[in-house]
């Protein structure tokens, strides 16, 4: 049987893009959307493992959530 993956385009800013293909080099990724990928699903399986906190701000995310999203921003160049 055929793989039935089905892709979409996600655009990066050219910038972002470089660095991630300096940062990807000598290592087993082969794209920066080999990367992007591998980064993505591991962010989101980790707030799928970890059970729900209560919330007590009214935010989407934990303190200690929001701190993981802003360091892989940081990570990939979106934050300084």
């Known amino acids: 049987m055929e793989d039935d993956k089905k892709y979409t385009t996600i655009s990066l800013p050219v910038q972002l ?34 059970p729900e906190e209560p919330k007590q701000n009214n935010s989407a995310f934990s303190k200690e959530d ?7 921003l940081r990570g990939l160049g979106y934050l300084e």
């Open 17 to 50: 893009n470089e660095k991630i293909k300096q940062k990807i080099a000598g290592t087993g990724f082969h794209s920066v959307s080999s990367y992007v990928t591998y980064v993505l699903r591991q962010l989101v399986s980790e707030t799928i493992e970890k």
């Open 66 to 72: 929001e701190e993981k999203v802003k360091d892989r």
